[in-house]
T-cell receptor
Framework: RKEVEQDPGPFNVPEGATVAFNCTYS??????FFWYRQDCRKEPKLLMS???SGNEDGRFTAQLNRASQYISLLIRDSKLSDSATYLC???????????FGRGTSLIVHP | NAGVTQTPKFQVLKTGQSMTLQCAQD?????MYWYRQDPGMGLRLIYY???????DKGEVPNGYNVSRLNKREFSLRLESAAPSQTSVYFC?????????????FGSGTRLTVV
Protein backbone atom coordinates (compact mmCIF):
# COMPACT_ATOMS: atom_id res chain seq x y z
CA ARG A 1 0.00 0.00 0.00
CA LYS A 2 1.32 3.43 -0.92
CA GLU A 3 1.99 5.79 1.98
CA VAL A 4 -0.42 8.38 0.68
CA GLU A 5 -3.10 7.55 -1.87
CA GLN A 6 -5.47 9.75 -3.80
CA ASP A 7 -8.00 9.05 -6.53
CA PRO A 8 -6.36 10.68 -9.57
CA GLY A 9 -9.71 11.58 -11.14
CA PRO A 10 -10.37 13.64 -13.09
CA PHE A 11 -13.43 14.85 -11.28
CA ASN A 12 -15.50 16.66 -13.86
CA VAL A 13 -18.20 18.84 -12.23
CA PRO A 14 -20.42 21.75 -13.27
CA GLU A 15 -20.07 25.18 -11.76
CA GLY A 16 -21.88 25.42 -8.46
CA ALA A 17 -21.47 21.75 -7.60
CA THR A 18 -20.10 20.40 -4.36
CA VAL A 19 -17.19 18.01 -4.72
CA ALA A 20 -15.19 16.03 -2.18
CA PHE A 21 -11.79 14.37 -2.35
CA ASN A 22 -10.33 11.85 0.02
CA CYS A 23 -6.73 11.01 0.74
CA THR A 24 -5.73 7.91 2.70
CA TYR A 25 -2.44 7.50 4.54
CA SER A 26 -0.83 4.36 5.85
CA UNK A 27 1.43 5.61 8.64
CA UNK A 28 -0.49 5.91 11.90
CA UNK A 29 2.33 8.09 13.30
CA UNK A 30 1.44 10.86 10.83
CA UNK A 31 0.81 14.13 12.59
CA UNK A 32 0.68 16.99 10.11
CA PHE A 33 -1.65 17.15 7.14
CA PHE A 34 -2.09 19.65 4.35
CA TRP A 35 -3.95 20.20 1.12
CA TYR A 36 -2.06 21.85 -1.73
CA ARG A 37 -3.34 23.14 -5.03
CA GLN A 38 -1.32 22.90 -8.22
CA ASP A 39 -2.32 24.67 -11.40
CA CYS A 40 -1.11 23.39 -14.76
CA ARG A 41 2.62 24.04 -15.20
CA LYS A 42 2.84 25.88 -11.88
CA GLU A 43 4.23 25.10 -8.46
CA PRO A 44 2.12 23.58 -5.67
CA LYS A 45 0.68 26.14 -3.30
CA LEU A 46 -0.62 25.59 0.19
CA LEU A 47 -4.41 25.59 0.22
CA MET A 48 -4.98 24.75 3.84
CA SER A 49 -3.65 22.82 6.80
CA UNK A 50 -5.87 20.08 8.19
CA UNK A 51 -6.51 20.13 11.91
CA UNK A 52 -7.89 17.38 14.08
CA SER A 53 -11.06 19.34 14.75
CA GLY A 54 -11.58 20.07 11.06
CA ASN A 55 -11.29 23.51 9.56
CA GLU A 56 -13.03 25.69 7.06
CA ASP A 57 -11.84 28.48 4.81
CA GLY A 58 -14.64 30.02 2.80
CA ARG A 59 -15.94 27.37 0.38
CA PHE A 60 -13.29 24.85 1.44
CA THR A 61 -13.58 22.44 4.35
CA ALA A 62 -10.88 20.02 5.41
CA GLN A 63 -11.35 17.15 7.81
CA LEU A 64 -9.17 14.52 9.41
CA ASN A 65 -10.28 11.05 10.40
CA ARG A 66 -7.47 9.48 12.40
CA ALA A 67 -9.34 6.25 13.10
CA SER A 68 -9.74 5.49 9.41
CA GLN A 69 -6.53 7.30 8.45
CA TYR A 70 -7.80 9.67 5.83
CA ILE A 71 -8.19 13.37 5.22
CA SER A 72 -10.82 14.98 3.07
CA LEU A 73 -11.35 18.20 1.18
CA LEU A 74 -14.82 19.50 0.42
CA ILE A 75 -15.34 22.30 -2.08
CA ARG A 76 -18.74 23.94 -2.15
CA ASP A 77 -20.18 26.09 -4.94
CA SER A 78 -17.38 25.15 -7.35
CA LYS A 79 -15.96 27.90 -9.55
CA LEU A 80 -14.23 27.58 -12.92
CA SER A 81 -11.11 28.86 -11.19
CA ASP A 82 -11.11 25.84 -8.86
CA SER A 83 -9.96 23.67 -11.77
CA ALA A 84 -6.57 22.35 -10.69
CA THR A 85 -4.85 19.35 -9.19
CA TYR A 86 -5.24 18.93 -5.44
CA LEU A 87 -2.38 17.27 -3.57
CA CYS A 88 -2.56 15.93 -0.07
CA UNK A 89 0.56 16.03 2.06
CA UNK A 90 1.23 13.99 5.16
CA UNK A 91 4.04 14.37 7.67
CA UNK A 92 5.11 11.87 10.24
CA UNK A 93 5.70 13.37 13.65
CA UNK A 94 9.30 14.56 14.00
CA UNK A 95 10.04 13.92 10.35
CA UNK A 96 11.52 16.50 8.00
CA UNK A 97 10.20 14.64 5.01
CA UNK A 98 6.67 15.25 3.76
CA UNK A 99 4.91 12.58 1.74
CA PHE A 100 2.90 13.87 -1.19
CA GLY A 101 -0.01 12.14 -2.81
CA ARG A 102 -0.02 12.09 -6.59
CA GLY A 103 -2.93 14.46 -6.73
CA THR A 104 -6.57 14.55 -7.75
CA SER A 105 -7.50 16.46 -10.88
CA LEU A 106 -10.59 18.67 -10.73
CA ILE A 107 -12.20 20.15 -13.82
CA VAL A 108 -15.07 22.58 -13.28
CA HIS A 109 -17.05 23.28 -16.44
CA PRO A 110 -19.68 25.93 -17.23
CA ASN B 1 8.76 39.11 -0.14
CA ALA B 2 10.09 36.84 -2.91
CA GLY B 3 9.68 33.51 -1.06
CA VAL B 4 11.57 30.76 -2.90
CA THR B 5 13.44 31.74 -6.06
CA GLN B 6 14.72 29.17 -8.55
CA THR B 7 16.98 29.71 -11.51
CA PRO B 8 16.96 29.03 -14.36
CA LYS B 9 13.30 28.61 -15.30
CA PHE B 10 14.06 26.60 -18.44
CA GLN B 11 17.12 24.67 -19.59
CA VAL B 12 18.02 22.32 -22.40
CA LEU B 13 21.09 20.15 -21.93
CA LYS B 14 22.84 17.62 -24.08
CA THR B 15 23.45 14.18 -22.63
CA GLY B 16 26.59 14.24 -20.52
CA GLN B 17 26.59 17.96 -19.82
CA SER B 18 26.54 19.24 -16.27
CA MET B 19 24.59 22.06 -14.67
CA THR B 20 23.58 23.48 -11.32
CA LEU B 21 20.06 24.51 -10.40
CA GLN B 22 19.99 27.34 -7.92
CA CYS B 23 17.48 27.90 -5.14
CA ALA B 24 17.28 30.68 -2.58
CA GLN B 25 14.67 31.50 0.06
CA ASP B 26 14.25 34.69 2.03
CA UNK B 27 11.90 33.42 4.74
CA UNK B 28 14.63 32.32 7.16
CA UNK B 29 13.43 28.74 6.85
CA UNK B 30 15.58 25.99 8.29
CA UNK B 31 14.70 23.14 5.93
CA MET B 32 15.01 23.01 2.15
CA TYR B 33 14.13 20.35 -0.40
CA TRP B 34 14.60 19.40 -4.03
CA TYR B 35 11.83 17.53 -5.84
CA ARG B 36 11.29 16.35 -9.35
CA GLN B 37 7.85 15.99 -10.87
CA ASP B 38 7.09 13.73 -13.79
CA PRO B 39 3.72 12.99 -15.37
CA GLY B 40 1.88 10.32 -13.42
CA MET B 41 4.64 10.08 -10.80
CA GLY B 42 3.82 12.95 -8.52
CA LEU B 43 6.49 14.80 -6.56
CA ARG B 44 9.55 12.72 -5.70
CA LEU B 45 12.12 13.91 -3.20
CA ILE B 46 15.68 14.02 -4.51
CA TYR B 47 17.58 15.51 -1.56
CA TYR B 48 16.74 17.57 1.45
CA UNK B 49 18.53 19.67 4.03
CA UNK B 50 16.96 19.67 7.47
CA UNK B 51 19.11 22.59 8.56
CA UNK B 52 22.14 24.54 7.47
CA UNK B 53 25.15 22.24 7.25
CA UNK B 54 23.24 19.00 6.73
CA UNK B 55 22.00 17.22 3.63
CA ASP B 56 20.35 13.83 3.16
CA LYS B 57 19.21 11.65 0.31
CA GLY B 58 15.60 11.38 -0.58
CA GLU B 59 13.74 8.87 -2.69
CA VAL B 60 15.59 9.40 -6.01
CA PRO B 61 19.11 10.80 -5.35
CA ASN B 62 21.07 8.94 -8.04
CA GLY B 63 22.68 11.24 -10.57
CA TYR B 64 22.38 14.32 -8.37
CA ASN B 65 24.39 16.16 -5.75
CA VAL B 66 23.42 19.05 -3.52
CA SER B 67 25.06 21.83 -1.55
CA ARG B 68 23.51 23.79 1.29
CA LEU B 69 25.65 26.86 0.77
CA ASN B 70 24.16 28.78 3.69
CA LYS B 71 20.77 29.07 5.34
CA ARG B 72 19.27 30.77 2.29
CA GLU B 73 20.67 28.73 -0.59
CA PHE B 74 20.37 25.10 -1.61
CA SER B 75 21.70 24.07 -5.02
CA LEU B 76 21.17 20.89 -7.04
CA ARG B 77 23.86 19.67 -9.42
CA LEU B 78 23.58 17.25 -12.30
CA GLU B 79 27.11 16.02 -13.01
CA SER B 80 26.37 14.15 -16.24
CA ALA B 81 22.86 14.75 -17.48
CA ALA B 82 20.83 11.85 -18.87
CA PRO B 83 17.52 11.90 -20.79
CA SER B 84 15.88 10.23 -17.75
CA GLN B 85 16.53 13.46 -15.86
CA THR B 86 14.19 15.38 -18.11
CA SER B 87 11.67 16.68 -15.62
CA VAL B 88 10.34 19.68 -13.76
CA TYR B 89 12.41 20.43 -10.67
CA PHE B 90 10.98 22.21 -7.66
CA CYS B 91 12.80 23.59 -4.69
CA UNK B 92 10.85 24.02 -1.45
CA UNK B 93 11.49 25.28 2.04
CA UNK B 94 9.81 25.02 5.40
CA UNK B 95 10.09 26.30 8.91
CA UNK B 96 11.20 23.70 11.44
CA UNK B 97 10.98 20.94 8.86
CA UNK B 98 7.30 20.19 9.16
CA UNK B 99 5.05 20.87 12.13
CA UNK B 100 1.97 22.74 10.93
CA UNK B 101 3.75 25.29 8.79
CA UNK B 102 3.60 23.65 5.39
CA UNK B 103 6.05 24.03 2.55
CA UNK B 104 6.70 26.90 0.15
CA PHE B 105 7.72 26.02 -3.39
CA GLY B 106 9.68 27.85 -6.02
CA SER B 107 8.21 28.25 -9.50
CA GLY B 108 10.21 25.35 -10.91
CA THR B 109 12.88 24.63 -13.50
CA ARG B 110 11.85 22.81 -16.65
CA LEU B 111 14.81 20.73 -17.74
CA THR B 112 15.07 18.85 -21.00
CA VAL B 113 18.01 16.54 -21.67
CA VAL B 114 18.47 15.57 -25.31
Amino acid sequence: RKEVEQDPGPFNVPEGATVAFNCTYSNSASQSFFWYRQDCRKEPKLLMSVYSSGNEDGRFTAQLNRASQYISLLIRDSKLSDSATYLCVVNKGGSYIPTFGRGTSLIVHP
Amino acid sequence: NAGVTQTPKFQVLKTGQSMTLQCAQDMNHNSMYWYRQDPGMGLRLIYYSASEGTTDKGEVPNGYNVSRLNKREFSLRLESAAPSQTSVYFCASSEKGAANYGYTFGSGTRLTVV
